[in-house]
């Protein structure tokens, strides 16, 4: 039976050697540890001994030769049995990598030798049979053993011993009443990180929900349908939240949670107003010509299918403002004690919704072309009245405006969006009387109204910024002049 | 500076009066007055140590071939295991460092024990009571304070025809370990041996590096007596063990035996002597063969015949046949038992392991594809 | 019932494991005659002779090498190292031969040695007297790590890990070593909760705290100050810290959702990295908020006059309960 001896490697991870000399050549009879071949590896010259003792049937490799850890260098015939392996062959599991398997003849099968050092790399995997499990991980359902419990230990574990176990405690100092124990557990919902962040962003309550993914973990499609069935649905919000918790007959008193969106509106108020100085400004502007214009835009093709208010004009006349006084747009950074002047316009629209005030903002509206701002801003309000702002819609503004003239008042004086430098509102446009070039007439006026954070944007350039939208307004001329 | 310049230099190997000679290189006996040889199985000591010798020489091929990932050749060093092994009684415990494959031999342990380490079969697992013989220890000294620990267990437990021998190279004795045990023995008095097989190398550092005095003066500066004996001769280091072990079984204390021997393979299959090796030194030392003198004692007294040396030389090939049959045939440890004998009890950190990896192996598509 | 120190808990432990098994040694420097610098091991040569209590030399490698000599011969020692900074010398007898000779030998061999180790800082010394070495051992295989918090459990404990099998290193909080409780010295160790369990010391529902040592009595403290932000801590003392007991500790934060983990031990690389790695793994879709730790700064522990600094208070676990409430 031909045998094949490979290289070894001699010496805790050689990976070559170089065949320096032959000491047998073919048709030479070898006996167990007779000394065939010098090589040279990068430590020594070493002789090898003949693991076999028979007939060599040839060189596999010259003399000179530089071989790696694992070829065959010599073919030996060993006299014996030609069915199977001798039995000098180990009938045990052998760890080849994948390369080796090609290079087997199946009858002389060779076996593996170790201390082969460094396996070669592999760019394959293994096939698997099915994906990887979630293991050791806490058991989701509360019927489970342990789940809910605070000891963890079997039926035998022993009693605790008594608070506070050895510690003495300060004097004067009661020991607390016993928590709720092993045994109640606390309905909490299953839900990754980043839904966790979502609920709260939009407003959900996490822990009334049915999660419907594995072992009843609440997915981000769960979080999105329930704050869709907050908008949707009549009866919902907090005005409903009051109606359902209005007892029958008369009460003393209405108490609605504030919950969701009114919650986080509320304290994004507060954290504004009281951090920003707010001052704000008014200007009453004649907008006759932007109403006038308003109407031919709603005819140009352009602006088919959208819908077209003064509030874009608005719009725009800020944008354009924001251009030619960069400082409007930007944010004070506290913690690092810098004004960050910002560079696309991301305007912010307050839109009533039925949750309440929600603000989301058009990316970069000071690039969009008058149509395109338009659509944005029709498609923005559109999403955020039925519910279905995202949290990318409602993060990252720079400036917003707000209408409050739906609301059927004159002007305000508006609270900064956190983070933001400047807010602008309008009111109702009516029907005022107006000295047009020095004699009196009807026209259409609407007052604006300019917060500004007073650590940013000083009187100038808060005046400056609300002349130049009245003043575009007057005449929208000016904002093709301007841009 | 001063620094004394590192390496061997040509060095006369002389016979002082200090140490120990039973049987000279050419084989003839030399008496000692304070070291009687009697009962000496000499023929028994040569077939051991020409055994020993095989077994070594075999490794070394079977390591040359891929089946042994490392040996440690004891080749040069026969004389001082085999008669320091033989002086010992049953009941003594012997600790080794990682090349004392004589003194396993001596002690009735497979040497097939031996090659599974090297192989990377196991780390070298045996019950050290069974043979009396601990499991080799790596790490250069640490051996030398389990001895003096259980040593002092035969204190307690009243063993007083107990010993404990533990050998070490003389490398280690630079170690800390070795001197907090010369400390430890000689403050508690434990009936312990150290013997040291100076072999004049730690890899490639000489003895001069490790120690500015002879190795057996060191036991002075502890309080214990210190002997020097020809490490290549078996009856003188036959007698100054046994002699030693009497006294420490006589409750005298510890006691340090340098065995002067020379290492004539390298620190290991991956070492390469010839790097820092005198070629000269090599053959000077041939000359003071420790096999070699015992087979012209026994030839040249009659005590041995032709066929004598004969049949002992085919036993050794029997031996290595069997040897290599064995080793080839050894089993690879099953993936999971990796996770086994880490500790007595149970581990519910190291169980979850397991699972997940036995998880991990049955989750691939061909049955048993052993990693 | 009697009230005494936990120094003296451990001491009765002792004895009574010397009392139960006649191969029960303790060996370390000035344990004998003295005591202990400590007097943990006061009494005790007196009754059980100094071959069963044995003052060693110097050498911290030599006591637990010659204890692994001991072991072998079917001895059990209890070996001290006098301050934890003084065990790195025996780093080698520990790490390379008494954690892995089982192993080695293949269940052959066994080591039931424990290596008593007063550890933490809190005492104002002096250098190297208040470290906390613990992750090292709990990082080696083949060791079973523990750490004491009180009386009770201590004397408990002691006799546990003397009883079992496997190697132990076993940590005590020395500037806890006067603190006094009740314990009941009758109390047979079988009945205690097993060394490698946790224990819920005060039940809670907001947050679960986690601890050892030292810094247990602390958790408490800052427990009942949190009682009036309206916040119920669950503080757990670990006990074991190689193997972790993650059943306890997992049904504690999939209940509260919030979980900080304290010791003296420097944060990074710490043991608080391991646990907020398994309970991040085991506790995913329960978290509120990211495992936070609070524990020693990446400095080499400081001289005594800052260590107040160094060493998480009641203020800095208080404020890592505060962070987790703001994800």
Known sequence: MRKEFRLPDVGEGLTEA?????????????????????????????????PYAGTVSALLVDAGQTVDVGTPIIAVEVPGADDGPTEQEPARQEPETAEDAPQDTPPARQPVLVGYGVKPGSTSRRPRKKPPTRPGSYPATPSMPGAGGGQGAGPASPPRPPFPSGIQLPPGVPAPPRAPSAGQTRSRALAKPPVRRLARDLGVDLGGLAGTGPEGLVTREDVERAADAVTAAPGHGPQAGAAAQAAPGP???????????????AAAMVASAFTAPHVTEFLQVDVTETMAATRRARELPEFAGIKVSPLLFVAKALLIAAGRHPMINSSWDEAAREIVVKRPVNLGIAVAAERGLIVPNVKGADALPLAGLARAIDELAATARAGKATPADLAGGTITITNVGVFGVDTGTPILMPGEAAILAFGMVRDMPWVVAGELAVRKVTTLSLSFDHRIVDGELGSAVLRDVGSMLEDPVRMLAWS | MAIPPYGHHEKEWHLTAETIQLLTPEGERVDHPEYPLDGADVRGM??????????????????????????????????AQIGSARALSPKDMAFPSYREHGVAWCRGLDPLRLLEMFRGVTHGAWDPEEHKFHLYTIVIGDQTLHATGYAMGIQRDGGEDEAVIAYFGDGATSQGDVSEAFAWASVFNAPLVFFCQNNQFAISAPPERQSRVPIYQRAAGFGFPGIRVDGNDVLACYAVTRQALRAVREGEGPVLIEAYTYRMGAHTTTDDATRYRLASELEAWRLRDPIERVRSYLARTGEADGAFFEQVAAEADELAVKLRADCLALPDPPPLALFDHVYAGHNAVLDAERAQYAAYLAGFEEKGAGR | MTRITLSRALNEGLRRALEADEKVMIMGEDVGRLGGVFRVTDGLQKDFGEHRVVDTPLAESGIIGTAIGLALRGYRPVCEIQFDGFVYPATDQIVSQLAKMRSRSRGRVALPVVIRIPFGGGIGAVEHHSESPEIFFAHTAGLRVVACADPADAFAMIQLAIAGEDPVIFFEPKRRYWDKAEVDLTAPPSDALPLDKARVVQPGDDVTLLSYGPLVRTCLEAAIAAREDGKSIEVIDLRSLSPLDMETITASVARTGRCVVTHEAPVYGGLGGEIAARVTEQCFYHLEAPVLRVGGFAVPYPPARTEDHYLPDLDRILDAVDRTFTY
């Open chain 1, 251 to 265: 009460a003393a008193e209405e108490r609605i949670p504030v919950r969701g969106v009114r919650k986080h509106t």
């Open chain 1, 18 to 50: 170089d065949i320096v000399s032959w000491h047998v050549k073919p048709g030479d009879t070898v006996t167990i540890n007779q000394i065939i071949v010098d090589i040279e590896t990068a430590k020594a010259v070493v002789e090898l001994p003949s």
């Open chain 2, 46 to 79: 040569y077939r051991d140590m020409v055994l020993v010798r095989r077994i070594d020489s075999e490794a070394i091929a079977l390591q040359r071939q891929g089946e042994l990932g490392l040996w440690a050749s004891l080749l040069g060093q026969e004389a």
